[in-house]
């Protein structure tokens, strides 16, 4: 199997839910780091061309 763009996302919100309910005190740094991983993601495209 291998991880590609469209398959990365939703395996980032899966640990970050999994994350929330286990410990819901790093919600801050849950949602960052999952908006910048999503960020970074959907620029890579266009950075690549």
Do not use: D, F, K
């Not at 919100?13 to 286990?22: D, E, M």
């Amino acid at each position: 199997m291998t991880i590609n763009i469209e398959t990365l996302s939703p395996i980032v919100a899966l640990v970050a839910g999994i994350l929330i309910l286990i410990a819901p005190r790093i919600l801050n740094y849950v949602i960052a780091i999952y908006l910048i991983v999503v960020g970074i993601t959907g620029l890579l495209p266009h950075i690549a061309h």
